[in-house]
């Protein structure tokens, strides 16, 4: 896609986060890789989301919705009041249970599964998950799931303004900063072999790192999903 309509996809990520009942309490909003760099086109559209694992929310309503969807963990591990307002975006893992990253992604990502989208999805910050994920690789000599450190934060969470995780809403601050730079190009970035470097790999290994990922990359088709939990 080209770059003015990777940003704007984006953006309406973004307003759907800040206007409407997400499935659990959104924390950031990042992009990474081909739209942070300022490349155009986009080959492939990277955004992380920071979720919070959701603890109370009304786990008597559990039995309601397993008999009415066939879903176990509503107001468990997704919010019940979500669920109720967007049953369309309701979706289970294999072993039938309420799964947050897919529900994220129906909801997000619902109009086209061909569309060159990728949803990063975990508990942990962006920055977390990068050292994490580096080291997790660096242990296996694995370097394909590295996540491109390579990011821009557009939206955080108002969790300084007291709210539970149990709260239906997710209000937050977008940085207009960040995006006006996100659609200028105007960040300044290494190269991902650089990036990996900066982050403690020799320049071997960091080389190699950035080969499989990319290769990894570009084997992917049309809008995926991944969730994680650190």
């Known amino acids: 896609m080209d770059r003015a309509a990777a940003v704007e996809r984006v953006e309406d990520i973004v307003a759907t986060v800040e206007d409407e009942t997400m499935p659990v309490p959104v924390r950031e909003v990042w992009v990474y890789g081909d739209v942070a760099l300022g490349l155009d086109p986009v080959e492939r559209l990277d955004v992380y989301v920071t979720k919070d694992i959701l603890f109370k929310d009304a786990p008597e309503r559990a039995e309601e919705f397993q008999r009415s969807h066939g879903v176990d963990g509503v107001g468990k591990t997704v919010r019940a009041a979500?669920?109720?307002?967007?049953?369309?975006?309701?979706?289970?893992?294999?072993?039938?249970?309420?799964?947050?990253?897919?529900?994220?992604?129906?909801?997000?990502?619902?109009?086209?599964?061909?569309?060159?989208i990728h949803l990063e999805v975990c508990n942990a910050s962006f920055d977390d998950n990068v050292t994490q994920r580096l080291?997790?690789?660096?242990?296996?000599?694995?370097?394909?799931?590295?996540?491109?450190?390579?990011?821009?934060?557009?939206?955080?969470?108002?969790?300084?303004?007291?709210?539970?995780?149990?709260?239906?809403?997710?209000?937050?601050?977008?940085?207009?900063?960040?995006?006006?730079?996100?659609?200028?190009?105007?960040?300044?970035?290494?190269?991902?072999?650089?990036?990996?470097?900066?982050?403690?790999?020799?320049?071997?290994?960091?080389?190699?790192?950035?080969?499989?990922?990319?290769?990894?990359?570009?084997?992917?088709?049309?809008a995926t999903v991944r969730g994680d939990v650190v």
């Open 82 to 116: 979500w669920a109720e307002e967007y049953p369309e975006y309701l979706r289970a893992n294999t072993n039938g249970h309420a799964a947050p990253e897919k529900c994220l992604a129906a909801h997000l990502l619902p109009d086209d599964e061909d569309e060159p």
């Open 135 to 222: 080291k997790g690789a660096m242990a296996r000599d694995d370097y394909e799931q590295i996540l491109d450190p390579r990011g821009a934060c557009l939206w955080v969470d108002g969790e300084s303004s007291g709210r539970s995780s149990s709260d239906t809403a997710d209000g937050g601050q977008r940085s207009e900063d960040a995006f006006q730079k996100l659609r200028d190009g105007e960040f300044v970035l290494p190269t991902l072999s650089g990036a990996l470097e900066m982050l403690g790999m020799d320049a071997e290994a960091a080389d190699e790192a950035a080969d499989a990922v990319r290769a990894y990359r570009e084997r992917q088709e049309g």
